[in-house]
């Protein structure tokens, strides 16, 4: 093989059109066993590998298509793959070898000819493909039907309303209890992109067609795999017993080799978790899933890095997950800066009690690193340690000191900024080191730094002997700051007089700061203010201190987890790129569907009391119906509300539900969103009728808000309590 190899690199040269041509045509005259021709296709593959324009060889090309070498048969097709869409008006002339081909003898042509012909999207050669790829759908080799099956998708991306009405949808779905392994993952694949469409029809399994698929997955390779465990999330479950035993079913893959089938795994038992009802159940596997997640740390460092994006979203729902296994994400030195940073990331969120001397050790480690950035992370996490763990605080304060001491400039600014937050989480409490900051106050030159300072400097004006002089060389240069300081400055000047009103240098320093405020800046934030400030101070100087000397709300970090709804969306798209950005995709993806909980009698309550409702974009007028009955459940008391199976399938398109023992779903008039939005409480019944129109409505700006660094006010919606977390 290596040798082939070896022989075939000496092809990838830059050759002329001309000489290429004159080659094939040399080759037609005496070429038997059609040598030459395979060495100048190999040629023109090569320079279509490289980016050369090989498409004026288009009609010589296709004079090889008769050929009878495999071999040369697939470059040939490669070749149409490449140039066929651009030759609209010569594409005709391939189509009667095309249909040959699909009648060959040999499965692998009639699975390269099909191949082919779904991925050139002109009218004529997918009209022709119609039938051809109907056929191979009930081929009698399993290689075939799954090529096939991976067409109709194809063949939908072109043109979805068609394929519909050709039926190729409702073959899809027989092919999901082929007795072939391969033929049903693929088919699941086919299925699954089709349900991904904005466009597309409704993608839904019943219990029957789901134990069929599991059963299918010990057969399949790792990529059936993977589509077979992420189209369990596409079944509903009734009760709390089928998520149970699917759960158990699927659990084993955990152990599995390959990285993507785990994390597609976890993703679907992050799912079936939400409608089981066994606690110790979910507790027990929470504990499976930590040692396979672990284990990804040990890949390369782009696979640690997606591991650990995962990573970053389930201990947020499912804290108990990795609780003890904190020592796994320490850094090591040849770890590359991104994955230093989600690890830094990770460790402060399993941070604890139990473990915060451990973390602020390894921490303290990082301080001393070279590395700029990942430094001021580090300083940065051991002041929100501080605020997360309060027995830890002291040790925290003790080592910020530390850190200050060294007189690093980056090292010190950063230290402010979190000693801010810890003095408004723990007020009263720390207000002995603020000399100590004070001696380093011509050290910051960062906005988010001198803003700190200035706050703390306002904040303490009482305590602070020198406060008014240290306030007068600050605004020195006040018209020349960022505004962050600027707005900074003014309050803290505003304290200072609040605190010294006597004093006739504050009396002046605070009417200077207002002038300039008012007169001199553009800035409407800042002038606003300082009108609103001189007019305090000059109507009721003592109301205006009772406003800007409010005690202020001490502070946490329970509030930089995401919000609960949008966490469990974006655990649905667990090992995928939405995971990575934190973000759904069809937030960045054109045309891609949305996926949130739906709602059953079996969903947790705390998830229901979550659910995020999603809107689907109309279809066109007419409703496309997939004719056959498709593989049911035993029969079963039916719910109140539940279409009749004797309903025809328009009638229940026009219906506010449909079947939901059909396997497929098909979208009518009036959207698909309706039963994702079941599960609201009875007091936002105009919740879904405003989201219908913007789907990301409900997210209320959970990605926007997912600042880490900014500590929120205590007495949030969100609870610290890991018990809340785990239903």
């Known amino acids: 093989m290596s040798t082939q190899q070896g022989q075939d690199a000496k092809f990838f040269q830059r050759g002329k059109i001309e000489e290429f041509r004159a080659e094939l045509q040399a080759a037609e005259a005496k070429d038997k066993k059609y040598q030459k021709r395979k060495t100048v296709l190999k040629k023109i593959v090569a320079n279509i590998t490289m980016g050369n324009d090989m498409s004026p060889l288009f009609h010589d090309v296709i004079q090889c298509i008769g050929t009878p070498l495999l071999e040369i048969k697939k470059m040939v097709y490669l070749f149409l793959v490449s140039y066929g869409r651009s030759k609209p008006d010569q594409?005709?002339?391939?189509?009667?070898?095309?249909?040959?081909?699909?009648?060959?003898?040999?499965?692998?042509?009639?699975?390269?000819?099909?191949?082919?012909?779904?991925?050139?999207p002109i009218s004529v050669v997918t009209e022709a493909l119609s039938d051809q790829l109907r056929h191979c759908l009930k081929d009698r080799d399993p290689y075939v039907r799954k090529t096939a099956a991976i067409c109709v998708a194809k063949v939908y991306t072109a043109d979805p309303r068609k394929a519909e009405r050709k039926g190729f949808v409702e073959l899809l779905r027989d092919m999901l209890i082929d007795e072939n392994a391969t033929v049903v993952a693929n088919a699941v694949a086919a299925l699954s992109e089709i349900g991904d469409r904005q466009d597309g029809v409704i993608f839904k399994l019943n219990l029957t067609i789901a134990n069929k698929l599991l059963g299918a997955l010990g057969e399949s390779s790792e990529w059936g795999q993977i589509y077979i465990l992420d189209s369990l999330l596409r079944y509903v479950p009734e009760q709390h017993s089928d998520a149970e035993m699917m759960a158990e079913r699927v659990i084993v893959q955990l152990q599995h080799a390959n990285s993507a089938v785990v994390l597609t795994t976890i993703k679907a038992l992050l799912y079936l978790m939400n409608y089981m009802g066994d606690r110790r159940l979910i507790d027990y596997i929470c504990r499976k899933m930590g040692p396979p997640l672990v284990t990804l740390l040990s890949s390369g460092p782009e696979v640690q890095y997606v591991a650990l994006r995962n990573i970053l979203l389930i201990i947020q729902r499912r804290p108990t997950v990795l609780k003890n296994d904190v020592k796994a994400f320490f850094c090591k030195y040849n770890d590359p800066i991104y994955v230093k940073l989600a690890k830094l990331e990770i460790m402060y969120r399993l941070a604890r009690e139990e473990n915060a001397r451990e973390v602020l050790a390894e921490l303290e480690e990082y301080a001393s690193e070279v590395d700029v950035d990942f430094v001021r992370k580090a300083v940065r996490s051991i002041g929100r340690l501080a605020i997360k763990v309060e027995p830890a605080a002291d040790k925290c304060i003790e080592s910020l000191l530390k850190l200050i001491e060294t007189k690093v400039t980056y090292v010190v600014q950063e230290a402010v900024i979190v000693t801010k937050d810890i003095f408004r989480r723990y007020p009263g409490k720390y207000e002995g080191i603020i000399p100590k900051l004070c001696e380093n106050l011509d050290a910051l030159d960062e906005p988010e730094a001198k803003a700190a300072m200035v706050w703390i400097l306002g904040q303490f004006a009482d305590k602070i002997d020198n406060a008014d002089e240290l306030l007068d060389d600050l605004v020195y240069s006040f018209l020349d700051e960022p505004a962050e300081v600027q707005l900074a400055l003014l309050?803290?000047?505003?304290?200072?007089?609040?605190?010294?009103?006597?004093?006739?240098?504050?009396?002046?320093?605070?009417?200077?700061?207002?002038?300039w405020a008012t007169e001199d800046i553009d800035n409407p934030d800042l002038r606003d203010r300082g009108f609103m400030y001189w007019r305090m101070l000059a109507m009721n100087p003592a109301i205006a201190a009772e406003i800007v000397l409010a005690e202020k709300p001490a502070i946490t970090t329970d509030s930089d987890r995401m919000d609960r709804g949008a966490l469990d969306q974006l655990l649905l798209h667990t090992g995928t790129l939405g995971s990575i950005y934190h973000k759904n995709p069809e937030t960045f993806i054109r045309n891609a569907a949305g996926r949130a909980l739906i709602d059953s009698p079996a969903l947790n309550a705390n998830s229901r009391a979550v659910l995020v409702s999603l809107a689907r974009p109309q279809l066109p007028p007419m409703a496309i119906s997939v004719s056959g009955p498709g593989p049911v459940e035993p029969a079963r008391p039916s719910q109140p509300g539940e279409a009749a199976n004797n309903v025809p399938l328009p009638t229940i398109l026009e219906s506010s539900r449909s079947d939901e023992r059909d396997l497929l779903d098909v979208e009518g008039d009036d959207?698909?969103?309706?039963?994702?939005?079941?599960?609201?409480?009875?007091?936002?019944?105009d919740g879904p009728v405003t989201k219908a129109a913007d789907p990301y409505a409900s997210l209320g700006g959970a990605f926007g808000g997912y600042v880490t660094d900014v500590p929120q006010p205590v007495g949030g919606s969100r609870s610290g309590d890991l018990d809340d977390l785990l239903f």
């Open 491 to 515: 309050t803290a000047v505003v304290k200072l007089f609040i605190y010294k009103s006597q004093s006739e240098v504050t009396k002046a320093l605070v009417h200077k700061v207002l002038k």
């Open 671 to 685: 959207g698909a969103g309706g039963d994702s939005g079941e599960g609201y409480p009875d007091g936002d019944d």
């Open 91 to 120: 594409i005709h002339l391939v189509i009667p070898s095309f249909l040959q081909d699909c009648n060959d003898r040999n499965p692998l042509i009639r699975a390269l000819a099909i191949r082919t012909m779904s991925y050139i």
